[in-house]
């Protein structure tokens, strides 16, 4: 009943009197810090599996088996305790389907761009089904954040360019190692389409504004960084990363911030569609 009841606070903080200076930015910043880490519930609680669940598995169960169990677990968590609605779990649902089928396609044998090098039961196609949830780890932070932030977007572009662009980013992952990558053809243009575009949050009693552009790319930074750490763990390796340990190359961070941008435009859409569904009479 913790987390709920953090919830109702945070969605209702009374406006502070004779904040100013230094300590207004350092409630502020405490305040963004704690909605920021309940909006990281599901991937902060994955990323803690990870370290916690030794490469050799436990209670007779491979690693790649048990961090689905929790992958599970958590997710079921966070539905029966009302942190996550069904409606969120469908959205995530989707996301999973979506990062599974480029984790399929991206460690076959005709592409290797990455493999899972341990065993597990739970492997189809040579993919461990937890893997998919890396994604909706992604899913997850930006639904629940755009609710605990009062997220609201400015000068959104047209859905069905967003939407396009979203279907081509996706589309790039795999049809550049057929005719070439596009990534940063798809870039300029997305950075074209959300120049204008302002992210407002609530990070205590009053609306701050920033680039949508500016928090992709910051996303995105902080997945790479988790990413190295997984890769560092053994959960999968790279090519160049058989023979040893390397930091994951930087260009993946652009990689990564182009599936937030798919990420977002996801749930964007969700809710206009949603919104034009359900009409306040």
Partial sequence: MLLPALDEHLTAIPEAQGLRGIRRFAVEFLYFGIKEARASLFAGLFFLAVFAVPR????????????????????????????????????????HLIGFALEVFKTSSSIQSWSYPDFGYTKLFGVPLFSGFMYAA????????????????????????????????????????????????????????????????????????????????????????????HSFLGLWQY???????????????????????MTFTIVANLKHIKERIHVPE
């Fill in 56 to 95: 050799a598995g436990l209670f007779g169960l491979a690693r790649y088996d048990l961090l689905l169990v929790i992958a599970l677990a958590i997710q079921a968590a966070m539905v029966l305790t009302k942190l996550e609605t069904l409606d969120e779990l469908k959205a995530i649902t989707l996301f």
């Fill in 239 to 261: 090519p160049n990363q058989i023979g040893g340990w390397s930091v994951v190359h930087i260009g993946i961070w652009s990689s990564w911030s182009l599936v937030v941008v």
């Fill in 138 to 229: 992604i899913g997850s932070y930006v639904i629940q954040a755009w609710r605990v932030l009062d997220l609201r977007v400015r000068h959104h572009p047209p859905y069905w360019m967003a939407t396009l662009a979203a279907t081509a980013i996706y589309a790039n992952f795999y049809t550049h190692h057929y005719i070439g990558d596009y990534r940063w053809y798809i870039a300029a243009c997305t950075l074209g389409l959300y120049a204008r575009t302002t992210v407002i949050f609530r990070p205590y009693d009053r609306d701050r504004r920033m680039p949508l552009l500016v928090a992709f790319v910051l996303i995105g930074f902080f997945i790479w960084l988790a990413e190295n750490v």
